[in-house]
């Protein structure tokens, strides 16, 4: 296998999930924009998250945290990894074909339980109806991130970092050719949803192709290494079932207030752009590092690629989060407010946009933890953690409801990632020298949240003295840039003065063979 270079795969999977990022924000201000808030967008947060939380419950969040390791390994030794991908194919597409069609046929219970207050209006007849024509989706974009998990193992990240930024183009060409033609918007949006799954399926699929994956269509067979592969996936897909409980709480939170959906879809969108970026790009490069590093005994070379990663992963997470925090109501002024999307709306996305941030640097330390548990084909020990994280966020969400309304869900949610990172963290500690942190991140982590305090003082003084600017139509985008370059020159200049980081640094984060 050639070698890898840490840095250099982390910004290339950044870089794509920045660009996919920033296009799904795009789609959603323009349904911010067409839909606002109401019945129709409502019904399709919820319709379009139904098999989106089904695929990161058997793909992304489980399934590829068992499969990944085994394949990497099978790599570095020389065995047929690409048989075993390929009856990981073939049995995933069965599953998830038959999983499809009952799914589908049993939306209406679906959207109940994922939104019971929607029963009795619009929303639930929307919700149910868009269900049905996307739910399909789920097998498509299941077999979508097995490939991409492949394209990973092999070192080719930039194809497999692509794949997103397809749904989100299709989903913004669609609401403009809906917009010209006079389509009905909730339609057009539950159509794209099996078609950007097939488009998506097909390029990874060539993608694969071109690395020498080959794939034959025949029925399934349970070989040893599947039965493997499903000894140590079976606990990480209940830890991801865990996980999509934990948000099917949320929605049922929110589900009660009209609006709370998208309001959560929204703040959602803003805050999955530092993490996915960020967070989601080390987690996609440490896993297979890792695996083959501990497959050749290389414990020092693992704990540098744990520490680089963790300190390249905080340096640029903590001060999104401080960010997030500070400057949420600009942020959601700027970015949603207009045309369907009201005033009212923007207080109370700013308000769930706050809460998340608080929870941000959570989220990434548990995406850099992680890997150190399924690395060691160590699934049993994430999944506990969930369900005790599980029962934090379900007792808050809950219990809060009554008292403060829908934002109980987002806090629910921050709280319970606490919880979870926590966890990960004194799990880890049993593992020896390579998952503890070296002298370098020790020095530098607090030094990077002194930049943040400064940079958030320099933020609250600065929106303050650019309300004005902000409000006005005429002004907001460059008072928003100015706010973001003034935050964004604060923190880097407080760091390089006070040696939170050094351009240097780059150079470490090579990995060496």
């Not at 019904?43 to 990497?72: C, D, H, K, W």
């Not at 099978?74 to 075993?84: P, Q, R, V």
């Not at 995406?367 to 020990?381: G, I, N, T, W």
């Not at 006005?472 to 390089?496: E, K, P, Q």
Request: net charge positive; aromatic share 12%.
């Amino acid at each position: 296998m050639r070698p890898i270079s840490l840095i250099r795969s982390v910004l290339t999977v950044g870089a794509w999930t920045l660009l996919s990022r920033g296009a799904g924000f795009v789609r959603d201000a323009m349904m911010a924009a067409y839909l606002g808030t109401g019945a129709m967008a409502d019904a399709f947060n919820v319709a379009f998250s139904l098999p989106n939380m089904f695929r990161r419950f058997f793909a992304e969040g489980a399934f590829n945290q068992a499969f990944v390791p085994m394949f990497a390994k099978k790599l570095e030794s020389g065995e047929d990894a690409g048989g075993f991908a390929e009856d990981a194919f073939n049995g995933m597409a069965a599953i998830l074909a038959v999983f499809s069609v009952l799914g589908t046929l049993a939306m209406p219970f679906l959207v109940w339980a994922m939104a019971s207050g929607f029963v009795g209006n619009e929303r639930f007849d929307l919700a149910v109806i868009y269900g049905q024509i996307g739910f399909n989706y789920i097998l498509f974009i299941s077999l979508v991130a097995l490939l991409s998990g492949v394209l990973n193992a092999y070192g080719h990240f930039t194809e497999a970092g692509f794949v997103p930024v397809l749904l989100n183009l299709i989903f913004i060409a669609a609401m403009w050719l809906a917009t010209w033609a006079g389509w009905n918007m909730g339609m057009t949006l539950a159509w794209c949803v099996p078609i950007t799954g097939v488009v998506q399926l097909a390029f990874t699929m060539y993608s694969a192709h071109r690395v020498g994956f080959r794939y034959h269509l025949r029925l399934p067979r349970l070989t040893p290494e599947l039965k493997r592969l499903a000894i140590i996936a079976a606990p990480a897909v209940l830890a991801g079932g865990v996980v999509q409980i934990n948000m099917i709480v949320g929605r049922q939170v929110a589900s009660y207030t009209e609006g709370a959906v998208s309001w959560l879809v929204y703040a959602d969108r803003l805050y999955q752009l530092p993490l996915g970026v960020v967070a989601t790009a080390i987690g996609t490069v440490l896993l297979p590092d890792l695996a083959r590093r501990l497959r050749a005994g290389d414990a020092v070379g693992g704990r540098a690629s744990f520490n680089r990663g963790t300190e390249f992963g905080l340096a640029l997470t903590l001060p999104a989060a401080v960010a997030l925090v500070v400057i949420a109501w600009p942020l959601t002024q700027v970015l949603y407010q207009r045309g369907a999307f009201t005033a009212a709306d923007t207080d109370a996305t700013a308000l769930v946009l706050a809460i998340y941030g608080a929870g941000l640097p959570a989220f990434v330390l548990t995406k850099v933890l992680q890997p150190l548990y399924y690395a060691r084909e160590d699934s049993r020990s994430p999944f506990r953690f969930a369900i005790i994280s599980m029962i934090v966020n379900a007792a808050i969400a809950f219990g809060g409801m009554p008292l403060i309304g829908f934002s109980a869900a987002a806090w629910a949610t921050t709280i319970a990632g606490w919880f979870m990172a926590a966890q990960l963290w004194l799990g880890a500690r049993k593992m020896g020298e390579e998952a503890r942190f070296d002298d370098r991140m020790k020095a530098r982590l607090p030094r990077i949240l002194l930049a943040c305090v400064v940079m958030g003082g320099v933020l609250g003084a600065l929106a303050w003295a650019l309300a004005p600017a902000l409000a006005s139509h005429g002004w907001r985008y460059l008072a928003l840039a100015c706010l973001v370059m003034a935050g964004i020159a604060s923190y880097f200049g407080t760091g390089f003065v006070i040696g939170a980081f050094r351009l240097s640094d780059l150079q470490s984060f090579r990995r060496q063979r």
